[in-house]
């Protein structure tokens, strides 16, 4: 058996080698293409394609890796990217996960085979099952018809399609799909592989069958290793399942479940495996009950990816796995190209593909070595799908390591100057033919050194017999950085003046390199650059020393070796110390300078051309590491040390210590409101400059009035200024806003009497503000002082109404007024209380010429008063009248009249 699969293999070298180039070509998703350069090791984006297809798809070039045609399965495409001559109504389906494969007939360059399988998506849509359609590349000039269609091999089957060489003596290939055992049936449980040859297809397959594999889903790849020995199958509901492969007999054995390590997206579709047929990789998601009227379905923030690899190696295959990428992404397939690199198909949606490929860049290497790259090929204006072209298998199977570094069997990156042997088997008796981009080398041995660039390929052929084996290699020699020599002046540490200070060697960076951010630098002490030195702080041990450097190139690993002076300069700059108030409106000791100010001081005396910069510490400013910006706030109030660097062209001539103060401002109550009685002029108040607990002794004054005194006494109302300075020269300004008050002046009155509710609105002016009294005639208070003038509800009666300056005491005023009222009764019985009628309010000052007449209740007067007298008794002809109601008329000076009626009770 071991003898078989060694022969395989080496079949497999030999044709997967040849065949390669046939994969040149990539048609999928939306519009979306790329194309392999295998000569430059590059990759083209097309922009020429006509699918737009949510997952299948297929695509074949040539030897030499020009396009032939492509299809998503129901149409074919030319080279010309028009459809092909009859190649319409194919019995695939651009929603089946693997809708077409295409397969040349072994022996024939100009017949291929598309194999197809249909899926059932909607309601009524029919399966047409598995089929083949035959290209005759002669036809239409060149650019193939289909000559014969939709071939039914099998009434029902899944979406699974693969393909793998079955020997290199015949040719054949093996074509596989998953179906049910009879083919007609949606439980899908038996692998039949169809033999192609140069016969054309065999209608027999060779069957293999999983009593216990039960699978319904159809969705999900099914993809042979490279080297034929292996098979996965992937379905979106039914996990998982790996098996042995025998390419000589078609046959799959050893069906072992896999699950997928993630509880978000444990549902596998997209496989692939490695060039070396030794990992399996998965791109697995988390929505598996999706379809394209889901509207949940459409939302990218409900989908789920990752990407997980299998070690096919280890002892336990499913503890070996490994979550390579986890992220928000819907499903993908995944597909090895020619390069040696697996390919990740990227969409959003089921709908909603995205501009981008990801790249598996060492798929050989286990873990997350393997290096995926997201996002790594783009599209744009064009977009990926779920889908990408399968092959066939055995195209891609690694062919002989010629490089043998342990790194990579087909890229090879070396060095302007270095030298590389690349290497194939030594072999008794074989023939070897290297090339160099095509072209044919003299060499013809089994090894061949490399002195440039370019794509080598070796062709062994053993001459026994066997197959002929081939590798390949492609080597990229990268150019070695420019060397450049560079010095550093530093300035001495300590001020000891002994020639040894402390070097930020990085510092030179730029000057080593160029510029070139892609460069970075070692130092060592020593010629042969072993005893490397931390470049970010270093102490030379002598005056000059010269350090020695390696350049890299952090991409190509690519080094140059240059050298570095160190000198320490033992030259002085000048300290110097910055004062300044602390005047800018917050007062906590912060201040913020232009330190470019100080530039002139610092280097006053000092040769020309100098460049000063500033850092916060000592070994900052040794090291050049937190240069300060040219506005700098200190950190420490009132009082900090900052230190300058004076360069000359980079190198250190001096270091200064500068430091920042920053005094106080006089502490005063910067603005006060004072009232001047204009009553009192010519007095005079007093007004101080408002210090907070200080002595007045210790600082000058400077007054808006010219007055430099601490008080000053002034008598008129205006705004007074005055600039306080204290021994450092730092002032603070007082503004005292003097406003105008004064005594009260009565305006009038407006009294409302002789009624229920009599009211006494006083009218006043004058600069204060006032408040009102009212004082009976006995000078009683009546009505204490209140803010409004308005007094209501006032007994009749004579009052005093006095005005008072509530804020400033600038005095009182007051005026007597009368309210006009009547009793409404009397008892003339001599018990001093209510002996006699009289009208209130009225008196020698007040209506003195007040007409009263009082009258019985048939009209008769009985009683004519005067306002002054003392009132009526109740008699009439010195006799009582009988108690009843009376009437009264009364007539005011101020013409006002009023009548009304009384009570006499005897």
């Not at 043998?404 to 023939?431: F, H, I, K, Q, V």
């Amino acid at each position: 058996m071991k003898k078989i699969i060694l022969l395989f293999l080496l079949c497999a070298f030999s044709w997967g080698a040849s065949s390669q180039r046939q994969a040149s070509n990539w048609y999928f998703g939306y519009g979306a293409g790329i194309a392999f350069d295998l000569d430059s090791n590059s990759i083209n984006t097309l922009n020429n394609g006509q699918l737009s297809t949510n997952e299948g798809c297929s695509s074949i070039s040539d030897d030499a890796g020009n396009l032939l045609f492509y299809t998503d399965g129901t149409i074919v495409w030319n080279k010309n990217h028009s459809i092909m001559m009859n190649g319409s109504g194919l019995y695939g389906d651009n929603s089946s996960t693997q809708s077409a494969i295409i397969v040349p007939k072994p022996d024939d360059e100009n017949i291929y085979y598309i194999f197809t399988v249909d899926t059932s998506v909607y309601e009524n849509d029919p399966n047409n099952g598995f089929n083949y359609s035959v290209v005759d590349m002669t036809l239409d000039g060149g650019l193939g018809g289909v000559t014969q269609k939709n071939t039914n091999l099998l009434q029902l089957c899944s979406e699974k399609l693969t393909a793998v060489l079955k020997d290199c003596i015949t040719k054949s290939i093996w074509v596989i799909t998953l179906a049910s055992e009879n083919g007609t049936s949606d439980i899908y449980n038996t692998f039949h592989a169809f033999e192609v040859s140069n016969l054309g297809v065999s209608t027999t397959p060779v069957k293999s069958y999983f009593p216990s594999l039960s699978i319904i889903d159809r969705r999900g790849y099914l993809k042979v290793s490279p080297d034929g020995t292996k098979m996965a199958s992937a379905s979106i509901g039914n996990g998982l399942q790996l098996f042995d492969f025998d390419p000589l007999t078609g046959q799959a054995t050893n069906m072992l479940e896999l699950t997928i390590d993630s509880s978000e997206s444990p549902f596998p579709y997209g496989i692939e495996f490695s060039p070396n047929s030794q990992l399996l990789y998965v791109h697995a998601y988390n929505d598996f009950n999706d379809f394209n009227n889901n509207q949940s379905n459409n939302n990218p923030a409900n989908h789920k990816s990752v990407l997980a690899q299998f070690n096919l190696t280890a002892p336990n295959i499913q503890n070996s796995q490994v979550i390579i990428d986890d992220r928000s992404l819907y499903r993908g397939g995944l597909q090895l190209g020619p390069n040696g690199k697996i390919y990740r198909a990227l969409s959003a949606t089921y709908t909603a593909g995205l501009p981008y490929l990801g790249v598996i860049n060492n798929p050989n290497n286990i873990g997350t070595t393997c290096n995926y790259q997201h996002n790594a090929i783009s599209l744009s204006p064009y977009t990926s799908s779920q889908g990408l072209p399968p092959f066939i298998a055995s195209f891609f199977n690694e062919q002989i390591d010629i490089i043998n570094n342990g790194e990579s069997s087909t890229n090879l990156d070396l060095c302007d100057g270095e030298s590389y042997t690349l290497s194939a088997p030594n072999l008794s008796g074989a023939s070897y033919t290297w090339s160099l981009d095509g072209t044919v080398l003299s060499e013809a041995d089994y090894d061949l050194d490399v002195t440039q660039s370019g794509y080598y390929e070796v062709y062994i052929d053993p001459n026994n017999g066997d197959c002929a084996i081939e590798g390949k290699a492609f080597v990229l020699y990268n150019p070695n950085p420019t060397p450049i020599n560079h010095s550093i002046l530093q300035c001495d540490e300590d001020g000891t003046k002994d020639g040894l200070t402390l070097f930020n060697l990085n510092e030179a960076n730029i000057s080593l390199t160029g510029g070139d951010q892609n460069l970075s630098t070692k130092f060592y002490t020593d010629t042969a650059r072993t005893q490397e030195v931390n470049g970010s702080s270093f102490t030379n041990t002598t005056n000059p020393q010269t350090i020695y450097v390696e350049v890299i190139n952090d991409n190509t690993s690519c080094s140059s070796y240059s050298e570095l002076t160190l000198e320490v300069s033992v030259t002085d700059s000048n300290d110097t110390v910055i004062e300044v108030c602390d005047d800018d409106g917050i007062e906590d000791g912060f201040y913020t300078f232009n330190l470019t100010d100080f530039d002139t001081d610092i280097v006053n005396g000092l040769p020309s051309n100098l460049e000063v910069s500033y850092y916060e510490t000592y070994d900052d400013t040794l090291l050049e590491t937190n240069q300060l910006q040219q506005t700098y706030t200190n950190t420490t109030p009132y009082n900090q040390t900052i230190y300058a660097r004076v360069e000359n062209a980079n190198n250190c001539y001096g270091i200064s210590e500068v430091t920042l103060t920053v005094f106080e401002l006089p502490d005063i109550n910067t603005e006060e409101i004072k009232q001047y009685c204009l009553n009192f002029f010519p007095s005079t108040i007093t007004l101080n400059a408002g210090l907070v607990n200080d002595n007045p002794a210790n600082y000058t004054y400077n007054w808006s009035t010219g007055e430099n005194t601490y008080t000053i006494e002034i008598n008129e109302a205006k705004e007074y200024v005055v600039t306080v300075t204290n021994a450092n020269k730092c002032s603070k300004t007082r503004t005292i806003l003097v406003e105008p008050s004064n005594i009260a002046t009565i305006d009038g009155f407006e009294i409302e009497d002789a009624s229920q509710n009599n009211t006494v609105t006083v009218f006043a002016s004058g600069e204060g503000t006032y408040q009102y009294r009212l004082l009976d005639e006995n000078n009683i208070v009546y009505r204490d002082y209140q803010d409004s003038n308005v007094f209501e509800n006032v007994f009749p009666g004579f009052y005093t109404v006095s005005i008072k300056d509530t804020e400033n005491n600038c005095g009182t005023v007051n005026k007597t007024i009368s309210v006009i009222g009547f009793p409404k009764f009397f008892t003339p019985n001599n018990d001093g209380k209510h002996d006699t009628w009289q009208l209130y309010g009225v008196s020698s000052m007040f209506y003195p010429n007040t007409k009263i007449k009082i009258f019985n209740r048939y009209g008769k007067l009985v009683k004519e008063l005067s306002p002054l007298s003392e009132g009526w008794d109740g008699l009439f002809n010195g006799k009582k009248l009988p108690s009843d109601d009376y009437w009264f008329y009364v007539k005011l000076e101020d013409g006002r009249i009023f009548k009304n009626h009384f009570t006499l009770k005897n």
